[in-house]
């Protein structure tokens, strides 16, 4: 017996962003067969298998006609596992196993076990998002990534352990199902039944000794959100300092910690709760473009690290190390905050807004420059500048602050008996200069110094006086600086004056 062509709801996720999928299912009067029709990639043709034997498995058949599933929009290329939920639930309906009126009401998000059970698809909670971002009222999802879904507001989430308790809930059934609110997943967190992925870690800024200014950099950079290079000989303490950026950062807001989130989801671990603390990401300088940038093929988009470090830190170590089209591919991201990926089949546009942290030697052999080195630079000064020269220009002219790290001479350690301030005296410090800065800055679209456009710090309304700038315009008119140095300047002498509450 056939029920015509049944509809069921999915996702189709490109990056961060969904597109709204209906699952088509129908029987023809052709010898028994399973076709999956509308650009599926290879996991997706594969639900074939999966889906016959769950529902075998469920207690349910497959009609003994020939099934034919498309995907629609069917010029939409569409990856993963996630779509074998929807697929069973309208292949059951157009057999008339169950009714099919909420089927299209409802999106289904789910891999499919071999034996029945709802598996968590990659990025399950940036495809609840996006479902919530298109209209739709009612996820069903796997009840073992429940408390993920509930993590976004305004779409009721139905858990289901099987196929057979989606199929339940279908038929107004009691079974295997429950419907999910925030409350009830709010009060199972509170009550220690889920653990935490915003907690701030033991590591702890006064770790770091006799580098005053430098800590100072480091507070200057996370109060504007600027970001920072540091060259120095090896053992001055430079990734020990980008280290502990993070633990000076304010937490994340709420639309910051829903990115975060999004972009911590689509790797395989559920989440219990959103990141409240900044991400930081450090990658080796072996890594790929793509490792890095991010990019795109038929199995989908695949952000890099530069995504993974959005509202937080991204540390290049040993910056002149990593490929030339690396650095140079970070350009755009710095100043527009996103990454586009454009592949043949695949357009996504991935959100890229962190910080950025170089750290160099001065030298191929590190110890140019070092004052309480037993082993004297053998370095020529050609070899100097070729080295530092991989940090192209226009890569540099986007780095608002640039410090030199020495090596902490023995007596500052013989003597350093003075209290070191923590992360949480140098984070209150912080928090305070970016709620003056957003208190200032609340008539436009930015909140931090670091954000701040050249036409808004030059406009009439906000330009500091001719005698404040009269060093800037005189380095500018013999070409010292170029006009984005100009802006980096004052954009730093606002972060200070508001560290200063001037």
């Avoid at 959103?274 to 890095?292: D, G, M, N, Q, Y």
């Avoid at 670091?450 to 315009?473: F, I």
Wanted: aromatic fraction near 2%; charge should be positive.
């Amino acid at each position: 017996m056939s029920a015509g062509v049944c509809r069921a709801a999915a996702i189709a996720m490109a990056g961060l962003d969904g597109t709204l999928v209906q699952v088509e299912a129908g029987v023809s009067n052709q010898l028994p067969g399973f076709a999956i029709i509308g650009l599926p990639d290879t996991a997706l043709a594969e639900a074939k298998q999966r889906v016959r034997v769950a529902t075998q498995q469920a207690g349910f058949s497959l009609t003994d006609r020939f099934l034919t599933v498309n995907l629609s929009p069917a010029a939409l290329p569409k990856q993963g596992s996630g779509f074998d939920l929807a697929i069973a639930l309208s292949a059951l309906a157009a057999s008339a196993q169950l009714p099919a009126h909420r089927l299209g009401d409802v999106v289904h998000i789910g891999e499919l076990s071999l034996d029945g059970d709802l598996r968590r698809p990659p990025g399950l909670l940036s495809a609840v998002l996006a479902a919530q971002r298109l209209g739709c009222q009612q996820v069903m999802v796997p009840a073992a990534c429940a408390r993920e879904a509930s993590l976004v507001t305004g779409i009721e989430v139905i858990a289901a352990d099987s196929l057979r308790g989606a199929v339940q809930w279908h038929r107004g059934e009691a079974g295997s199902w429950r419907v999910v609110t925030a409350e009830t997943e709010t009060t199972d967190r509170q009550n220690g039944l889920a653990g935490s992925t915003g907690t701030i870690g033991a590591d702890d800024i006064s770790d770091v000794v006799g580098q005053a200014a430098a800590i100072e950099a480091l507070v200057v950079a996370a109060a504007g959100r600027h970001h920072l290079s540091m060259v120095g000989p090896p053992g001055a303490g430079k990734t020990l300092l980008a280290s502990r950026l993070t633990s000076i950062l304010p937490d994340l807001n709420d639309d910051e910690s829903i990115t975060v989130s999004s972009i911590a989801s689509l790797g395989g671990a559920s989440l219990t709760e959103l990141v409240r603390r900044p991400p930081f990401e450090s990658p080796h300088h072996s890594a790929s473009k793509v490792a890095i940038i991010g990019g795109g093929d038929a199995r989908g988009v695949h952000p890099g690290s530069i995504t993974r470090a959005c509202h937080g830190v991204l540390f290049l170590d040993e910056a002149p190390e990593f490929s030339r089209d690396v650095l140079d591919g970070l350009r755009k991201p710095l100043e527009s905050g996103v990454i586009e990926i454009h592949r043949a089949k695949v357009h996504a546009v991935l959100p890229a807004r962190m910080q950025v942290v170089i750290a160099a030697n001065p030298c191929p052999c590190g110890n140019a420059d070092s004052i309480n080195s037993a082993q004297p630079c053998v370095c020529t000064p050609h070899q100097r500048r070729r080295y530092l020269a991989r940090l192209s220009g226009p890569l540099m002219d986007r780095i608002d602050l640039r410090l030199h790290v020495r090596r902490v001479p023995n007596i500052l350690l013989a003597h350093d008996e003075q209290p070191r301030p923590t992360s949480m005296q140098l984070r209150q410090r912080v928090v305070a200069a970016r709620a003056r800065a957003s208190e200032r800055l609340k008539d436009t679209p930015w909140r931090t110094n670091g954000e701040l456009k050249g036409s808004w710090l030059r406009a009439p309304a906000t330009r500091l006086s001719r005698s404040a700038t009269a060093v800037l315009d005189a380095a500018y008119s013999r070409g010292a600086i170029s006009m984005r140095g100009y802006d980096r300047v004052l954009r730093l002498a606002w972060t200070v004056a508001d560290l200063a509450d001037k």
